[in-house]
T-cell receptor
């Protein structure tokens, strides 16, 4: 049981390049999330998904796209990378039962992205 | 819009002290509140989750309380150890997914 895995761990992009950050979870969780964390700041939600085929915008979605074709995978796509997208990106997953339910989020180790 | 604030931003204590970290949130209509630990260069580890119907949760030397009416949560760490040094973040879940505070950076000095 690996939990939430992310690849790559580090990446340097040039302005205008594109890339996909991969995220996979093996806990059969319905909910998956992408966050970015800038130095000295909390995490900000980029996109989230409540199940395969369903995605929704978070607080800071501009410049990113996501898809959720399977329960396990939730890739984040950066198109036309900009220096403002330099950040650490975290993927997370959780299982929410009906009503309030348990909602502990499990995080991956992060991808450190630099755009030059 | 939910906003989560953590005070203080940084805290340094000698080993063995009991300490309290504070978290406040503006919208009391939350489902739950979570406390996380983040070590430098690492991901987040969930420490405690308190459902909105609960008042507190305990795990070992950690105790988290929740007061929805006042929009506050506290994380109490007993008998602090150098290994407790990390950044602690709280996050509230309501009609939108987790909203995080900026965290409190804790240093426990041996």
């Amino acid at each position: 049981n690996a939990g939430v895995t992310q690849t790559p761990k580090f990446r340097i992009l040039k302005i205008g390049q594109s890339m996909t950050l991969q995220c996979t979870q093996d806990m059969n969780h319905n909910y998956m999330y992408w966050y970015r964390q800038d130095p000295g700041m909390g995490l900000k939600l980029i996109y989230y998904s409540v199940g395969a085929g369903i995605t929704d915008k978070g607080e800071v979605p501009n410049g990113y796209n996501v898809s959720r074709s399977t329960t396990e995978d939730f890739p984040l796509r950066l198109e036309l990378a900009a220096p403002s997208q330099t950040s650490v990106y975290f993927c997370a997953s959780s299982q929410r039962s009906s009503g309030q339910g348990a909602d502990t989020q499990y995080f991956g180790p992060g991808t450190r992205l630099t755009v030059l | 819009k939910q906003e989560v604030t953590q005070i203080p931003a940084a805290l340094s204590v000698p080993e063995g002290e009991n300490l309290v970290l504070n978290c406040s949130f503006t919208d009391s209509a939350i489902y739950n509140l979570q406390w996380f630990r983040q070590d430098p260069g690492k991901g987040l580890t969930s420490l405690l989750l308190i459902q909105s119907s609960q008042r507190e949760q305990t795990s070992g030397r950690l105790n988290a309380s929740l007061d929805k009416s006042s929009g506050r949560s506290t994380l109490y760490i007993a008998a602090s150890q150098p290994g407790d040094s990390a950044t602690y973040l709280c996050a509230a879940t309501g009609n939108t997914p987790l909203v995080f505070g900026k965290g409190t950076r804790l240093s426990v000095i041996a």
